[in-house]
């Protein structure tokens, strides 16, 4: 399954954005979805992630302010980010890992296929 992240721009604080991931080559069938960004000089961190089932996951710095979904007619997994901020600035990536997890396992388990990710700024 290759993964194509889109959505990605500039935006200002308080703003809001929308990005997209998009299966080529498979599906996202029986996949547990992730967000993940990693801004200029630090780890990779997990933003979001949404379970087969519809569980979802957030990170403390995004509760409240993201909301990860899937339409799955169409394949897709979006991530609508708002009241953004300039800490939100990173590339942000979208990766998939087959199987049926908890919620609770989405911030750590190791995800199979990884997009190539987005460019997010937020600034003024």
């Known amino acids: 399954v290759q993964l194509q992240a889109s959505g990605g721009g500039l935006a200002q604080p308080g703003g809001s954005l929308r990005l997209s991931c998009a299966a080529s080559g498979g599906t996202f069938s029986g996949h547990a979805m992730g967000w993940f960004r990693q801004a200029a000089g630090k780890e990779r961190e997990f933003v979001a992630g949404?379970?087969?089932?519809?569980?979802?996951s957030y990170s403390d710095s995004v509760k409240g302010r993201f909301i990860i979904d899937r339409d799955f007619a169409k394949d897709t997994v979006s991530l609508q980010m708002g009241r953004l901020n300039p800490e939100d600035t990173a590339v942000y990536y979208c990766a998939a890992k087959k199987g049926t997890w908890r919620s609770y396992e989405l911030p750590t388990v190791v995800y199979d296929y990884w997009g190539q990710g987005t460019l997010v700024t937020v600034s003024s």
């Open positions: 949404i379970s087969w089932s519809g569980g979802v």
